[in-house]
């Protein structure tokens, strides 16, 4: 691995050949950043005890200062440990000072992981996100990650290949009507267009416009997220944003109940060694690889949550209580049960 910048994903991922002990990985493109980000964190952590062996910071909060001292530990039972810094554009001053003095001096069986939207404006008269991005280009990686220059049909079609679905050239545009310029949105719509046609399936505007009238998957994956992270206030404001946005409870409960299969079944096939495919996993690999990691770390329990699905399914249809008020007894009883 070369020091300095890179320019997008595929070259970030050819420089993880040998990690490099500081990584800064930033961009508009907030799923651009994040599967740059589940790149490294799938390398350096592969082979290794990941739970003894990865620490995360979010910039912005008190603890965030910790990162110094989280990477100065010794690796458990592997070669190299990871350190994660989130939401680098929120760090102050201190943090600012503390991430330069760092990365003067990197720990070498330490890999540290900036990332965020950007770096930090100066503060103080000091530009530290300018002498950081320099100071970190002499031994490790930079990877700013923009659309800029992505085709959205290009990467809808790219997106469908690993599923083996076709994109017509008018669901193509119908996809990009939905998604805009965002990639995360694209993407999460085409997830569920993919997982509705199936493998060997084509996607035409009719079936966007019935996959995808309602709220992008990927906002809805956000609440999915949180209850498998068993993180209730996240959920319930995942939750109220998208009622409170005009999204249907029915509708919103079919898609998390369509998302919560998928979870179980990604577990199901990590616990037989099967292929996700032949398990009916629909997910693309940058979600796959997240629901993964998720439920390795904090297994679900099937029967627990497919209880849940059918009692809320039952109440949805015949409480007195309200369609939101069913909903919101449902998540909270998947995060309680995650």
Known sequence: MLPGSVAGLDDLRRSLGTPAPVYVCVGEESLLVKEAVEAVREVVLAGGMAAFNHASFVCGEEAALGFADACRQVPVMSSRRLVELKQVQDGNKALMESLLAYVQKPIDST???VSGMKMPAAIGGTDYGVRITNQVKKTGVVCKLDADGIDPAAFARSRAKPWNVTVDTAGVQKLIEYGGDDLDVLAGN??????FVGSGGRITPEVVEEVCAS??????WRLTDAIVAADANGALAELHRLLEE?????????NIAWQLRQVLLVQDAARRHLPDRESGVRMPPFKLRAVRERVERRPVSPSAWLEALATAARRMNSSRAGDRRVIEAFVLGLVVKA
Do not use: K, N, Q
Not at 190 to 195: A, D, H, I, S
């Open 111 to 113: 890999v540290l992981l």
């Open 190 to 195: 085409l997830e569920l267009c993919c997982g």
């Open 215 to 220: 709220t992008a998957a990927a906002d809805v």
């Open 246 to 254: 005009g999204e249907a409870p029915h509708r919103l409960m079919a």
